[in-house]
């Protein structure tokens, strides 16, 4: 199968900083990636959609301005989430379309935010 | 109701036994449908899609797919211990962006 690559695969920020996570199709060209965030013990829930060269769509009830999302090139999808907070604390994961509608993952980003 | 449902479990299973994981969708628009495999702390991998109506089998995977039910399986044949995970079922809707939605994922143990 395809590689999405995602890093870092953990961090750890203090409160109020920011952290950038990036996602990189590494042998396909993605259009689209997508990003989750999954809590423990709960399913993935999709924070935003993320086109090459355009703006970011976001789900409702995501904070644009808190999880920022640049998709400057076919190959990497960057995250940042701004200003965190312990709330932010989450598992988050990034995965990649190829022409097909499989979508592969990342290996995941363990934020926590003390 | 919820887009994607899936019993938590979990589902205990002996080894060497058949593992059938259902999952039940809302949306009759659904067009694609997809099996992932989550082991803890861990992203989904992708195990099986399927399309259309009636089984499609890769190994000891078998997905199967009813529309008119609005119901996608997974049979697991010859379980291992290396199955024992949460398996995700997730449903394309279509429109634009070609969106995933997932169910809350079924726990499977396999027990020696």
């Known amino acids: 199968g395809a590689v999405v690559s995602q890093h870092p695969s953990w961090v750890i920020c203090k409160s109020g900083t920011s952290v950038k996570i990036e996602c990189r199709s590494l042998d396909f060209q993605a259009t689209t990636m997508f990003w989750y965030r999954q809590f423990p013990k709960q399913s993935l829930m999709l924070m935003a959609t993320s086109n090459e060269g355009s703006k970011a769509t976001y789900e409702q009830g995501v904070e644009k301005d808190k999880f920022l999302i640049n998709h400057a090139s076919l190959t990497l999808s960057t995250l940042t989430v701004t200003s965190a907070h312990p709330e932010d604390s989450s598992f988050y994961i990034c995965?990649?379309?190829?022409?097909?509608?499989?979508?592969?993952f990342g290996q995941g980003t363990r934020l926590t935010v003390v | 109701q919820k887009e994607v449902e899936q019993n938590s479990g979990p589902l205990s299973v002996p080894e060497g036994a058949i593992a059938s994981l259902n999952c039940t969708y809302s949306d009759r628009g659904s067009q694609s449908f997809f099996w992932y495999r989550q082991y803890s702390g861990k992203s989904p991998e992708l195990i099986m899609f399927?399309?259309?109506?009636g089984d499609k089998e890769d190994g000891r995977f078998t997905a199967q797919l009813n529309k008119a039910s609005q119901y996608v399986s997974l049979l697991i044949r010859d379980s291992q211990p290396s199955d024992s995970a949460t398996y995700l079922c997730a449903v394309n809707r279509g429109g634009g962006g070609n969106k995933l939605t997932f169910g809350t994922g079924t726990q499977l143990k396999v027990e020696l």
């Open positions: 995965s990649a379309r190829r022409q097909s509608t499989e979508a592969f």
């Open positions: 399927i399309y259309s109506n």
